[in-house]
């Protein structure tokens, strides 16, 4: 084999390097997941192809795609795509790129609701549509209504459904949180933006790719989500579930909001980081 001819190993274990110096996470994750887009493989079928010789042809996209890595560009981002639990969905920078919080948070949802599946479920804050589609695949009874303020992130979350075959069961509408929103919903579901204005410069690169909008909550973070939990209670249906992704320090004000606003059964649960990170509240 010629000098200029690299195989799949070599190139991972590069790549791999070249990561770790420019302060990459997971940087073997990521340069098995960029070398098996650019052949077209799953990742795991890398395993199987170590010695296979890569040729420039396949050489340079990939180093054009672990260029962009390096400067912070998101992983989810070149790839095109992300999972999320267990769906595919299209990802790029209209919208906030899912977090495992995120798939977390629907994971809860559908452990809460096990027992009564909501009839009604409303997802605020949309952004690709992970939690509306999510819970529309999963709770095959539920009428899914999602919102976002972004037409853009609308156009991708509407994309979603499409490549999921779920067009027709999430109503996709432009609102700031629940203006215009009318009748009552079993369970308002919303990841919406938390970061302090103030912290935002100091992001990660890969997280300062996502839309401002779909970051900044206000000046101390909580601003947004505090006006949803003063509007979602003249939305719930008797008895009716709000579930909100917060920010790593907003449990304590954010859940004696909601004693004020007289929520009962408060419940917050953590991360898998073991970070105070989602809120569950019933009103009437």
Request: glycine fraction near 10%; charged fraction near 25%; hydrophobic fraction near 40%.
């Amino acid at each position: 084999m010629s000098d200029n001819v690299k195989t799949v190993l070599e190139v991972i274990q590069s790549t791999t390097a070249y990561f770790t110096k420019h302060g990459i996470e997971s940087p073997r994750l990521n340069s098995e997941h960029l070398t098996a887009h650019v052949l077209g493989k799953k990742r795991i079928e890398l395993y199987m192809e170590f010695d296979r010789p890569l040729f420039e042809k396949e050489l340079a996209p990939l180093r054009e795609m672990v260029k962009l890595r390096a400067q912070g560009r998101p992983l989810q981002h070149l790839l095109g795509t992300v999972d999320f639990h267990g769906l595919i969905f299209k990802c790029d920078g209209r919208a906030l790129v899912p977090r495992p919080e995120t798939e977390q948070l629907v994971e809860i949802l559908l452990a809460e609701t096990a027992g009564r599946r909501p009839a009604k479920v409303l997802d605020v804050g949309t952004g690709s549509g992970v939690i509306a589609l999510t819970l529309a695949a999963k709770i095959e009874t539920a009428s899914v209504d999602a919102l976002d303020i972004s037409e853009e992130a609308l156009a991708l979350a509407r994309e979603n459904a499409e490549r999921l075959g779920l067009a027709g069961r999430v109503n996709f509408s432009r609102s700031d949180l629940l203006g215009g929103v009318t009748g009552s919903y079993d369970l308002i579901a919303a990841n919406l933006p938390y970061i302090a204005t103030g912290e935002l410069a100091s992001l990660s690169r890969e997280v300062q790719c996502d839309p401002r909008t779909a970051l900044e909550g206000g000046a101390a973070g909580h601003e947004i989500v505090a006006r949803l939990i003063a509007q979602a209670k003249g939305r719930l249906a008797s008895g009716g579930l709000l579930a909100l992704e917060i920010g790593h320090d907003q449990a304590d004000f954010l859940a004696d909001l909601l004693g004020r606003e007289k929520y009962q059964d408060i419940l917050c649960k953590s991360d898998y980081q073991g970070v105070r990170r989602f809120l569950l509240a019933k009103y009437g």
